[in-house]
């Protein structure tokens, strides 16, 4: 079925570089969600994106969803040690259109 | 407000017993999903209801596994009988919306060792 591929699938940053972790889809997604895990927690619900080429900002992080809404960028400025975890994201697929999570992308931040 | 609920929080048992995990959705959420987790496959989508009806059961790993919801308030997955294989964190998680492509908010899981 349908994949969501996410890269890197680990980033090792110090405090204060930026990060960015990328979510591509070979077909047309109708949202795309990010969701963060800390280490030993479960995942929580950051942002869904819906329209082509969208943009959104919560604090530092900034997310981005592509013109064909076949990918999607998570950005970062600044990092702090809070940061840490595993950053998902989820969009439609698999042989049922449900949603799919990529497999990760695990932050270290160096102090 | 009291978030997704899980119980128990660990659950460590031998093979061939039977395990049943708890999850208490957000009250007034409409969609409840089970979630496996694992280093090597990732958070995969078990199964799902919407209002308490099971929609889409196809990646429930076997006939071993089986899902519930009662009421709007409860659910339960079993594994029966379990196998050291079915060692992973499961999540449940549910959304205000109905359907599997909305807003998820999860549980705190529940870690199950099977030896």
């Known amino acids: 079925g349908q994949q969501v591929m996410q890269i890197p699938q680990y980033q090792h940053v110090q405090e204060g570089e930026d990060f960015t972790t990328y979510c591509n889809s070979s077909?047309?997604?109708?949202?795309i969600q990010w969701y963060k895990q800390r280490p030993g927690g479960h995942p929580v619900f950051l942002i869904q994106?819906?329209?082509?080429?969208e943009v959104k900002k919560q604090k530092r992080l900034t997310f981005q969803f592509g013109e064909a809404k076949k990918n999607s960028s998570l950005h970062i400025t600044a990092t702090q040690t809070t940061d840490v975890g595993t950053y998902f994201c989820?969009?439609?697929?698999?042989?049922?259109?449900?949603?799919?999570f990529g497999k990760g992308t695990k932050l270290s931040v160096k102090p | 407000d009291a978030g997704v609920i899980q119980s128990p929080r660990h659950e460590v048992t031998e093979m061939g017993q039977e395990v049943t995990l708890r999850c208490k959705p957000i009250?007034?959420?409409?969609?409840l999903f089970w979630y496996r987790q694992t280093m090597m496959r990732g958070l995969e989508l078990l199964i799902y209801?919407?209002?308490?009806?099971?929609?889409?059961d196809s990646g429930m790993p076997e006939d071993r596994f089986s899902a519930k919801m009662p009421n709007a308030s409860f659910s339960t997955l079993k594994i029966q009988p379990s196998e050291p294989r079915d060692s992973a964190v499961y999540f449940c998680?549910?959304?205000?919306?109905?359907?599997?492509?909305?807003?998820?908010?999860f549980g705190p899981g529940t870690r199950l060792t099977v030896t």
């Open positions: 998680a549910s959304s205000p919306f109905v359907g599997p492509l909305n807003e998820q908010y």
């Open positions: 077909t047309t997604l109708s949202n």
């Open positions: 994106l819906v329209k082509s080429g």
């Open positions: 989820a969009g439609e697929g698999g042989s049922q259109g449900n949603l799919i």
């Open positions: 009250s007034g959420h409409n969609s």
């Open positions: 209801f919407n209002n308490n009806v099971p929609i889409d």
